[in-house]
C-alpha cells in the first residue's frame, strides 16, 4: 500500500510527462509549420505611401508557386508586423495555417507610428467621416491606401481581398469596413476593441481596469521618439508576487504618475484627463459610423474574453442595426480572449466543453468564410449567429442575435438570500446591507498573482460568497433546465451612506453537491463549484449619464440599471442559480473613494467606508433581466 506522499508524487510525475508530451508536441507542429512557411513562401518587405506622404512598414509573404492567383490576407498590428529582415520569417501566417496551407497572399502592417511606421501613433484613433483633404487620415484611410496599392503591386494576386485580426489589430479590421476599398470582399474583426470606456480592455461602464491597464499601458504608451524594430518593456518592478498588494500600496490612482510613469506616459495621461465619458471617448469609437458595410463580415469573441467580450457584442450589432445589404455573422465560442486560434478548446481550468471547438470554429467556420467570398467556393452556408452554450455544451445556430425565441424574464432577489423569477411582495424596508471598506476591497480572485490573467473568468467564486462584504441570493434546486441566450440588464435599487459607490453582479451557476469530478485538473471536486457565467461592474455616478456623473444622494433609495453583456448558456436541471453582489472587485477594477469626486484625481483622504443597501420590495425589486429561451 502507497502513503499519499508517494501518491502525490507519481500524480506530480504523470502530469510532468503529460506536460512535456503536450509541449512537445507544440514544438513539433511549430517547427514544421515554420518549415512550411519558408519552404512554400517569399517574403517582402515594402514602406507603402499613404496619402499624406507617411510611409507604413509592410510585409508580405507570397506564395513561390507562381502557376495560380491567390486572394490577399490582411492584418494590421500595433504588436509588430515582424519578425523583420528577409530572412527572418513568422513561425506560421494567417488566422491559422490552414490558410497558409490552402494558398493565401499575407499581408501585416505596423500601423502609423508604431515600430517600423512613420508618423505618430494614435491609439484607437478618431474616424473622420467628412475629409478635406489629404492630411485628414484615418484608420479607414490607412487600409484604403494600403489595401490599393497591394492590388495593383503584388504579382498573383486575384483582386479579392480579406482583412482580420485580433484585439486592438481586430479594431483595426473593423475600421477596414468603414468607407472600404472596393477589392475589400471580406472582413473578421476578432474581439476587436470597440470602446474603451463602455466594456472593453481599459473601462467596463465607467469603472477603471486598474491591473491590466496599468501592465498594458507600461508598454504601449511609452513613447516612441523614432521608429524601432524593439518593443519598450512592459514594467516589472512590482517587488511581490501579489497583485492586491502592490496596488493596495499604490494607493490612489494619481500616484502612478507620481511613482512610475512620471508624466511620459501619454495614453495613461489621457485617460487620467477623462474620467467621463467625453468626446475623447465617444470619437474613439466605430460603432456610430458601421453603416452601409460592404465587405462580408464575420465577428467573432470569446464568452470568456477577459479583455473584449463587449466589441464583438457591439461591433455585430451595430452592423446589424444597419441592416446591411452584404453578410455579417456572428461567432461566440467557450473561449478566452484569441483562445480560439490555438489549441482544442476542449476545457477552461476546470470546465470541460466535451468537444474540440477551437479545430471547429478554425475548419468549419473561418477557413470555409474566407474561401467562399475570396476564392468563390461553396457557400458554407452560415447562419447568422454561431453560438456555443455553455452548460449544455453545444453549438446552436440563430437566425438572429439576440435569438427571436428569447424572452425577457426578471430574476427577483429576495429576503433570506432566495433569488426566483417570482415578483417580491413584501411593500415595506425590506433590503440587505454590508459595509464596503475601500482599505479591504473584495479581492477578484483568490489566487496570489501579478498579472491578471484570465481564470477569474471562469474560477469558483465560493472564496468570495463567504466574504461579509458579498450579497448571495441563489435559487431552489432547478426542476427543469434554464437557458440563457442574449443580453443581461442587472437593475438595482440601492442606497449609500457615500455619494458614490461600484456595484458588481456576478451571475453564476451552482454545481450539485454530487456533480460528477470530470475536471481536467486532476483531484478536482466538482460538487458545489460556482461558476461565473457573466459578471460586470457599474460606478453609480454614471448611472443616469455617461458624460455628466451625479453624485448619489447619502441614504436615497436610487435606481442603477448596467449592461451586463450577452451570455449564452444552460443552467442544468439540479443545479442552482446564484447571484452576488458587491461593491469592489480588486485590483481588477480601482477603487472607488466612494465619496463623489474625479477618482483619477483623489487623495488618500477622500476614500472612506460606507454602508451599502439593495433593495427588494415591491416598487423596488432589484433584479437581473434575462433574456430565456426555456424556463418550464
Given at each position: 500500500?502507497?502513503?499519499?506522499?508517494?501518491?502525490?508524487?507519481?500524480l506530480?510525475?504523470?502530469?510532468?510527462m503529460?506536460s512535456?508530451?503536450?509541449?512537445?508536441?507544440?514544438?513539433?507542429?511549430q517547427?514544421?509549420?515554420?518549415a512550411y512557411?519558408?519552404?512554400?513562401?517569399t517574403?517582402?518587405?515594402?514602406m507603402?505611401?499613404?496619402?499624406?506622404?507617411?510611409?507604413?512598414?509592410?510585409?508580405?509573404y507570397?506564395?513561390?508557386?507562381?502557376t495560380?492567383?491567390?486572394?490577399?490576407l490582411f492584418d494590421?498590428?500595433?504588436?509588430?508586423?515582424?519578425?523583420?529582415?528577409e530572412?527572418e520569417?513568422?513561425?506560421?501566417?494567417?488566422?491559422?495555417?490552414?490558410f497558409?496551407?490552402?494558398?493565401?497572399?499575407?499581408v501585416?502592417?505596423?500601423?502609423r507610428?508604431?515600430?517600423?511606421?512613420?508618423?505618430?501613433?494614435v491609439?484607437?484613433?478618431?474616424?473622420?467621416?467628412?475629409?478635406?483633404?489629404?492630411?485628414d487620415?484615418?484608420e479607414?484611410?490607412d487600409s484604403?491606401?494600403?489595401i490599393?496599392?497591394?492590388?495593383?503591386n503584388?504579382p498573383?494576386?486575384n483582386?479579392?481581398?480579406?482583412?482580420?485580426?485580433?484585439s486592438?489589430?481586430?479594431?483595426?479590421t473593423t475600421?477596414?469596413?468603414?468607407?472600404?476599398?472596393?477589392?475589400?470582399k471580406?472582413?473578421s474583426?476578432?474581439?476587436?476593441v470597440?470602446d474603451?470606456f463602455m466594456?472593453?480592455?481599459?473601462?467596463?461602464?465607467?469603472?477603471f481596469?486598474?491591473?491590466g491597464?496599468?501592465?498594458?499601458?507600461?508598454?504601449?504608451?511609452?513613447?516612441?521618439?523614432?521608429?524601432t524594430?524593439e518593443?519598450?518593456?512592459?514594467?516589472?518592478a512590482y517587488?511581490?508576487?501579489?497583485?492586491?498588494?502592490?496596488y493596495?500600496?499604490l494607493g490612489?490612482?494619481k500616484?502612478?504618475?507620481e511613482?512610475?510613469?512620471?508624466?511620459?506616459n501619454?495614453?495613461?495621461?489621457?485617460?487620467m484627463?477623462?474620467?467621463s465619458?467625453s468626446?475623447?471617448w465617444?470619437?474613439r469609437?466605430?460603432?456610430?459610423?458601421?453603416?452601409?458595410?460592404?465587405p462580408?463580415v464575420m465577428?467573432?469573441?470569446?464568452?470568456?474574453?477577459?479583455?473584449d467580450?463587449?466589441?464583438p457584442?457591439?461591433?455585430?450589432?451595430?452592423?446589424?442595426k444597419?441592416?446591411?445589404k452584404?453578410?455579417?455573422?456572428?461567432?461566440?465560442?467557450?473561449?478566452?480572449?484569441?483562445?480560439?486560434?490555438?489549441?482544442?478548446?476542449?476545457?477552461?481550468?476546470?470546465?470541460?466543453f466535451h468537444?474540440?471547438?477551437?479545430p471547429?470554429f478554425?475548419?468549419?467556420i473561418?477557413?470555409?468564410?474566407?474561401?467562399?467570398?475570396?476564392?468563390?467556393?461553396?457557400?458554407?452556408?452560415?447562419?447568422k449567429?454561431?453560438?456555443?452554450?455553455?452548460?449544455?455544451?453545444q453549438?446552436k445556430?440563430?437566425?438572429a442575435?439576440?435569438?427571436?425565441?428569447?424572452?425577457?424574464?426578471?430574476?427577483?432577489?429576495h429576503a433570506?438570500g432566495?433569488?426566483s423569477?417570482?415578483?417580491?411582495?413584501?411593500a415595506?424596508?425590506s433590503?440587505?446591507?454590508?459595509?464596503?471598506d475601500?482599505n479591504?476591497?473584495v479581492?477578484?480572485?483568490?489566487?496570489?498573482?501579478?498579472?491578471r490573467?484570465?481564470?477569474?473568468?471562469?474560477?469558483d467564486?465560493?472564496?468570495?460568497?463567504?466574504r461579509?462584504d458579498?450579497?448571495?441570493?441563489?435559487?431552489e434546486?432547478?426542476?427543469?433546465?434554464?437557458?440563457i441566450?442574449?443580453?443581461?440588464?442587472?437593475?438595482?435599487?440601492?442606497?449609500?451612506?457615500?455619494?458614490?459607490?461600484d456595484?458588481?453582479v456576478?451571475?453564476?451557476?451552482v454545481y450539485?453537491?454530487d456533480?460528477?469530478?470530470?475536471?481536467?485538473?486532476?483531484?478536482?471536486k466538482?460538487?458545489?463549484?460556482?461558476?461565473?457565467?457573466?459578471g460586470?461592474?457599474?460606478?453609480?455616478?454614471?448611472?443616469?449619464?455617461?458624460?455628466?456623473?451625479?453624485?448619489?444622494?447619502?441614504g436615497?433609495?436610487?435606481?442603477?440599471?448596467?449592461?451586463?453583456?450577452?451570455?449564452s448558456?444552460c443552467?442544468?436541471?439540479?443545479?442552482?442559480?446564484?447571484?452576488?453582489?458587491?461593491?469592489?472587485?480588486?485590483?481588477?477594477?480601482?477603487?472607488?473613494?466612494?465619496?463623489?469626486?474625479?477618482?483619477?484625481k483623489?487623495?488618500?483622504?477622500?476614500?472612506?467606508?460606507?454602508?451599502?443597501?439593495?433593495?427588494?420590495?415591491?416598487?423596488?425589486?432589484?433584479?437581473?433581466?434575462?433574456?430565456v429561451?426555456k424556463?418550464d
Amino acid at each position: 500500500m502507497k502513503s499519499s506522499a508517494g501518491k502525490t508524487y507519481i500524480l506530480s510525475a504523470a502530469i510532468s510527462m503529460l506536460s512535456f508530451g503536450a509541449f512537445a508536441q507544440r514544438s513539433a507542429t511549430q517547427k514544421a509549420d515554420s518549415a512550411y512557411v519558408r519552404d512554400h513562401y517569399t517574403k517582402m518587405e515594402k514602406m507603402i505611401p499613404m496619402r499624406d506622404g507617411i510611409k507604413l512598414s509592410t510585409i508580405i509573404y507570397i506564395p513561390k508557386d507562381d502557376t495560380k492567383k491567390y486572394p490577399i490576407l490582411f492584418d494590421r498590428t500595433p504588436y509588430s508586423a515582424g519578425p523583420y529582415g528577409e530572412n527572418e520569417y513568422k513561425l506560421s501566417l494567417g488566422p491559422s495555417m490552414l490558410f497558409a496551407r490552402e494558398g493565401y497572399i499575407f499581408v501585416y502592417q505596423d500601423v502609423r507610428g508604431r515600430y517600423l511606421s512613420e508618423g505618430k501613433f494614435v491609439a484607437t484613433r478618431p474616424y473622420i467621416p467628412h475629409k478635406k483633404n489629404k492630411t485628414d487620415i484615418d484608420e479607414s484611410s490607412d487600409s484604403y491606401d494600403t489595401i490599393d496599392w497591394l492590388v495593383k503591386n503584388i504579382p498573383h494576386n486575384n483582386g479579392n481581398v480579406g482583412t482580420w485580426g485580433i484585439s486592438a489589430p481586430g479594431f483595426y479590421t473593423t475600421m477596414t469596413t468603414i468607407d472600404a476599398h472596393p477589392a475589400l470582399k471580406a472582413a473578421s474583426p476578432q474581439a476587436p476593441v470597440t470602446d474603451w470606456f463602455m466594456g472593453d480592455d481599459r473601462h467596463h461602464n465607467g469603472a477603471f481596469f486598474l491591473m491590466g491597464t496599468f501592465s498594458f499601458l507600461s508598454y504601449y504608451g511609452a513613447p516612441r521618439p523614432v521608429p524601432t524594430p524593439e518593443s519598450s518593456p512592459s514594467f516589472s518592478a512590482y517587488g511581490t508576487p501579489n497583485a492586491y498588494e502592490f496596488y493596495k500600496n499604490l494607493g490612489p490612482l494619481k500616484n502612478a504618475n507620481e511613482k512610475y510613469f512620471k508624466g511620459e506616459n501619454e495614453i495613461w495621461n489621457e485617460m487620467m484627463d477623462n474620467e467621463s465619458y467625453s468626446s475623447f471617448w465617444q470619437s474613439r469609437t466605430p460603432v456610430p459610423y458601421l453603416k452601409n458595410i460592404k465587405p462580408a463580415v464575420m465577428t467573432v469573441g470569446g464568452l470568456f474574453d477577459q479583455e473584449d467580450l463587449y466589441g464583438p457584442l457591439k461591433t455585430f450589432g451595430a452592423i446589424e442595426k444597419n441592416k446591411p445589404k452584404s453578410p455579417n455573422y456572428l461567432v461566440m465560442g467557450p473561449w478566452i480572449h484569441g483562445g480560439w486560434t490555438r489549441g482544442d478548446n476542449d476545457a477552461l481550468g476546470n470546465i470541460r466543453f466535451h468537444s474540440a471547438t477551437g479545430p471547429y470554429f478554425r475548419e468549419q467556420i473561418e477557413l470555409a468564410f474566407f474561401n467562399h467570398y475570396l476564392k468563390g467556393t461553396t457557400d458554407p452556408q452560415l447562419p447568422k449567429a454561431t453560438i456555443f452554450e455553455t452548460g449544455s455544451n453545444q453549438w446552436k445556430k440563430y437566425s438572429a442575435w439576440p435569438p427571436v425565441e428569447a424572452q425577457e424574464k426578471n430574476l427577483y432577489f429576495h429576503a433570506n438570500g432566495k433569488l426566483s423569477f417570482e415578483a417580491p411582495a413584501a411593500a415595506g424596508d425590506s433590503f440587505d446591507e454590508f459595509i464596503s471598506d475601500p482599505n479591504k476591497p473584495v479581492p477578484y480572485t483568490k489566487e496570489i498573482r501579478i498579472d491578471r490573467g484570465s481564470d477569474f473568468m471562469y474560477e469558483d467564486q465560493r472564496f468570495a460568497a463567504t466574504r461579509p462584504d458579498v450579497l448571495v441570493y441563489q435559487t431552489e434546486v432547478l426542476d427543469n433546465d434554464v437557458t440563457i441566450a442574449g443580453n443581461l440588464l442587472a437593475d438595482l435599487f440601492v442606497s449609500t451612506t457615500g455619494t458614490d459607490a461600484d456595484f458588481v453582479v456576478k451571475l453564476i451557476d451552482v454545481y450539485p453537491g454530487d456533480a460528477p469530478n470530470d475536471s481536467p485538473i486532476a483531484g478536482t471536486k466538482m460538487g458545489g463549484f460556482q461558476l461565473m457565467v457573466r459578471g460586470e461592474v457599474m460606478r453609480s455616478k454614471f448611472r443616469k449619464s455617461f458624460s455628466a456623473p451625479e453624485a448619489m444622494v447619502p441614504g436615497e433609495v436610487t435606481e442603477v440599471k448596467f449592461d451586463m453583456q450577452d451570455a449564452s448558456h444552460c443552467f442544468k436541471k439540479g443545479h442552482k442559480i446564484m447571484v452576488q453582489v458587491q461593491s469592489s472587485w480588486f485590483p481588477l477594477v480601482d477603487r472607488n473613494p466612494q465619496k463623489f469626486v474625479d477618482i483619477y484625481k483623489a487623495t488618500e483622504a477622500d476614500f472612506q467606508k460606507a454602508t451599502h443597501r439593495v433593495y427588494f420590495k415591491t416598487n423596488e425589486a432589484s433584479h437581473l433581466k434575462l433574456s430565456v429561451i426555456k424556463a418550464d
